[in-house]
């Protein structure tokens, strides 16, 4: 009885408590009879800022200039699919320009330049009132026909401000150049040929890099060595939020 | 007073539940570009048993599977320790890039999930998930898992159509770009223990050389497969 008696009283507070948040809601709506105006609220706009610090943890694999991208959906390049064109670009010749301009990018923002082995750099990308969902990272090794690192889609939205993740990266083959490693195909520095072709000579599709194999293990007409030689993982990556 | 009762009844069965049986989802993606996996053995097992171990010889029935693909071994010896099985999700060969998908119900005790499929063309490399504890939180886990060379033949990377056990050469190089008329790279396994796979050598000859693997095709770097596990 007495244990029934307590569910009442709850109830009934409960009931007043809710019917209080109606009157409440409903008086200041009666009252409100001469207009007041309101002023507009100050809309501060809120900036989402993120420092990405990316090293290259390679022998000789010098980075092509890192593109940062903020998005909320879409991906870089997707395993087992094509990539697309302006991924090609980025992953044969170390442009990333035509990524950057992907309409899924919020905000991107590029490297200052080549990164080479053992060196890093900070890259800073912000974006005002929306926040962003997640981030990408990609980079050309470019002592390669089409081999890439990077980050793709990580979800971000649940970084606060002043925190950080960490991570090392694996390397992928972009699949829309053959692994010929030609002297005239390499645009890095170890070969000084072509970078992108639109023409696609291999798998086409995205999978993990096998690795290069070079003239110093069995491959005479490839005109790296074996200090182009890497394994995973490629490029070591932190990302802060600032803002 | 009939609140109680009812309350101890639903104690009684989630916990039981918990106890019977779990359903796992598991998917396996082949992260290489020109690998192919023979068909996988997807396992829940208890916790005392264990498909191979890194630093021991492998068992007979790993060598079967990983020198020519075959899992029935391995399937039997599951089998007479209860182990819930799935042979085959794929239905044949797993090709790069593609992805296997299959469920799996697993009974009271059965919390470790072990997979495997031999790498195709190697003499005896295969790639392993090996007792791995499944959590009883549900949700969804993804992980990346290596290449194994089982130790059991040399890696010499002729492609003789050798998959029996103790036979030596690689079954098939199933993409169709194997060369052939390799000298043998190596005639000597120096590892007899179960080991992180060193990769496949290769060279750019299809008609001689030492291995009739293509080194521009058929190497690899690790991680070679993405495994995902919903638990339901």
């Known amino acids: 009885m007495t244990f029934i008696l307590k569910m009442r009283n709850i109830l009934t507070l409960l009931v007043l408590s809710s019917s209080i948040i109606i009157t409440g809601c409903g008086g200041s709506d009666s009252k409100s009879s001469t207009p007041v105006v309101v002023p507009p609220p100050v809309l501060t706009p809120i900036t989402y800022q993120y420092e990405v610090t990316v090293k290259n943890l390679t022998n000789a694999q010098p980075m092509s200039p890192i593109a940062v991208v903020l998005h909320d959906e879409g991906q870089l390049w997707q395993l087992g699919e094509p ?8 992953a044969e010749s170390g442009d990333n320009s035509a990524v950057l301009a ?8 590029s490297g200052a330049g080549v990164l080479l082995s053992g060196m890093q750099e900070t890259i800073t990308v912000s974006i005002e009132d929306i926040m962003p969902q997640m981030l990408s990272v990609a980079t050309m090794l470019v002592n390669t026909n089409d081999a890439f690192s990077g980050i793709n889609a990580m979800v971000i939205k649940d970084l606060g401000v002043g925190e950080s993740i960490s991570m090392q990266t694996s390397s992928y083959d972009a ?24 023409i696609r000579d291999d798998v086409n599709f995205v999978a993990m890099h096998p690795g290069v194999v070079s003239q110093d293990d069995g491959l005479m007409q490839s005109v790296l060595t074996q200090a182009h030689r890497f394994d995973n993982p490629t490029l070591m990556i932190m990302i802060t939020r600032t803002e | 007073m009939k609140i109680l009762p009812l309350l101890t009844a639903i ?12 359903q796992v989802e598991v998917s396996v993606t082949n992260l290489t570009q ?3 996996y023979t068909p996988f053995l997807v396992s829940a097992h208890s916790a005392d048993m264990s498909l191979y171990t890194l630093g021991e010889a492998a068992s007979p029935e790993l060598q079967m599977m990983a020198e020519g693909g075959d899992i029935s071994g391995l399937s039997a010896m599951l089998s007479n320790g209860n182990a819930d099985i799935m042979e085959n999700p794929a239905g044949g060969l797993l090709a790069p890039s593609m992805t296997t998908t299959t469920m799996l119900d697993t009974a009271e005790g059965n919390d470790r999930l072990s997979i ?52 030596a050469g690689i079954p098939v190089a199933p993409g169709g770009d194997g060369g052939s008329g390799g000298t043998g790279v190596t005639m000597e396994e120096g590892n007899m223990t179960v080991h992180v796979h060193r990769g496949n050598l290769g060279d ?11 080194n521009t095709v058929h190497r690899w770097l690790n991680p070679v497969a993405s495994i995902t596990v919903k638990v339901m």
Request: aromatic residues 6%.
């Open chain 2, 116 to 167: 495997v499929a031999m790498l195709l063309p190697t003499n005896d490399g295969f790639v392993g998930l090996n007792s791995w504890k499944i959590p009883s939180e549900a949700g969804t886990y993804t992980f990346k898992v290596n290449a194994y060379d089982a130790g059991t033949e040399a890696n010499d990377e002729m492609i003789t159509g050798g998959g029996a056990p103790g036979a």
């Open chain 2, 204 to 214: 750019d000859n299809m008609t001689s050389g030492k291995s009739d693997l293509n």
């Open chain 2, 34 to 36: 020109g690998i192919y």
């Open chain 1, 175 to 198: 699949g829309t150049e053959m692994n010929s490693e030609l002297m005239t195909t390499i645009p890095g520095p170890a070969g000084g040929g072509e970078g992108f072709n639109e």
């Open chain 1, 102 to 109: 992907e309409s899924m990018v919020l905000a991107g923002q």
């Open chain 2, 11 to 22: 104690a009684l069965t989630s916990s039981s539940m918990a106890i019977n049986a779990q």
């Open chain 1, 83 to 90: 990539a697309s064109s302006a991924f090609e670009m980025l």
